[in-house]
C-alpha cells in the first residue's frame, strides 16, 4: 500500500438525536486534537445530562487513526462504544471523538436494537460534521545569505511547499511545510543549491 499523506478531519462539532421504543439517543460529535480534550468534552456532557443512563462514545485521532478507544459505559459489551467507533471509521474520520447519551425508555431493545441505536446516532451526527482534508506534512529549516533567499521561494511552488515563519539575522532563516510524500525530492533540490543549508 502507498503511503499517503492525506486525512479527513472534522469542523467544529454536531448534535443528532433518535428516539427508539421509549429510549432517548442524544449525540454528539467534535473535532478534537487529544485524549485530554476529549475527556473534557465527556466531562461536559456528563455534568449536563448527570441522569442519563449511559455515556458511551468512541474516539480516533492523528494521521494515520492509530489512536482509537471505545467505551460502552455500563451497556453490554461491544454493543455501544464499537458501534460508535464503527461509524467513524466507515466515514475515513480521524480527529474525532462522538459521544452517545441514552436515557433508558424502560423497554429492553436487545443487543441488536442497542448496535442499530447507537451506530445510527453517531452516523447522524458525523453526517452533520462539516470536514476538511489535511496532511501530514514535514518541516525544514533552511538558511542562507540574502542574496539567495529568492532562490527558495522559486523551489516552493514545484512541491506545494509553505514558508512557516521567517528570522533575519545575518542570514536568512526559513522554515518551511512540505508534504511528507514530497519531502525527498524538496531535500534533493535544496541539496543541488550548495549555497543553502538545509536543517530539518
Known sequence: MLFSDEYTQPIGESTFSLRERGSRFLGFAYSIKSEVEFKSKLTGLKAEFPDATHHCYAFVLNPDKSAQRASD??????????????????RNLTNVGVVVVRYFGGTQ????????????????????????????????????????????????????????????????????AVKRSLAEGWVKAIQRNHHLTLKK
Open 109 to 176: 431493545l436487545g443487543i441488536p436494537g442497542l448496535i442499530d441505536a447507537y451506530g445510527r446516532t453517531a452516523m447522524g451526527c458525523l453526517e452533520g460534521l462539516k470536514t476538511e482534508t489535511a496532511f501530514v506534512e514535514d518541516n525544514f529549516c533552511i538558511t542562507c545569505d540574502f542574496a539567495h533567499e529568492q532562490d527558495i521561494h522559486r523551489l516552493l511552488p514545484n512541491f506545494k511547499a509553505k514558508v512557516v515563519n521567517c528570522v533575519y539575522g545575518e542570514q536568512v532563516e526559513i522554515h518551511i
Open 73 to 90: 459505559d455500563g451497556e453490554p459489551s461491544n454493543s455501544a462504544g464499537k458501534p460508535i467507533l464503527r461509524a467513524i471509521l466507515s
